[in-house]
């Protein structure tokens, strides 16, 4: 089995072909213009996926085929720690539930009620307890976001504020300006629902703001 990278959906689709005996094709869009709009269109068309089929690409998200662990990394990091690691076949190991679609095409990306998840209301300081969950940041009043996340959001908006301190960073014009934020904490999200709640997130504003949050993608 490939390591996990420089493809993260190599291993899954290594399983999918060797043990499984699928054949693959493909089909291209080519973008001529900067990398924050080819990431965006990934996000449209793994959402609209989700939301056609009821879950997300077989090997979107990093996930594996039932009864396969994954590769671990290939760097000088895992090697030096003896980490390094190939992927195997083991009976237990299940792929993970996928999220149920929150693509959203009829409310705001500022609404309370977004995507129909537990959003808080939009304030500028900081968030008093360590939560998991997604979170969007904006400037004071706008309809449009700066940013969209996931993670443990107290850390992940403390980050953000520090690169807005930090000279030369791409996304130091978004976070050095007055920003407020909102949260929906999601203690029972698995990290890679996370990540596809954050997908269809960033596509409900890109299908209905026309644009990427500001910030999004220059990371």
Partial sequence: MPYNDPHTAAPCLWVMRTAEGATFEFSIAEFARDVRERKTA???????????????????????????????????????????????????????????SVLDLGRAPAALDWAQLPW??????????????????????????????????RARLAAHAAKGQRGGHRQRAAFSQPLESSWAGLPGCSPT???????????????TSGIAPEAQFLG
């Fill in 193 to 207: 629902q996370l990540l596809e709640i954050e997908c269809d997130l960033i596509a409900s504003h890109a299908l």
């Fill in 120 to 153: 808080s209301s939009w304030i500028s300081r900081p968030v008093a307890e360590p939560m998991v969950g997604v979170y969007r940041i904006r400037r004071p009043g706008q309809a449009r976001l700066a940013y969209i996340g996931q993670g443990l959001i």
């Fill in 42 to 100: 990934e996000c449209v068309v793994l959402s609209k996926h989700r939301a056609r089929f009821g879950r997300s690409p077989t090997a979107n998200f990093g996930r594996m085929p039932d009864g396969w662990v994954k590769s671990t990394g290939n760097n000088a990091a895992l090697v030096t720690a003896g980490r390094r690691a190939r992927g195997y076949q083991d009976a237990r190991a299940s792929r993970p539930a996928d999220h149920g």
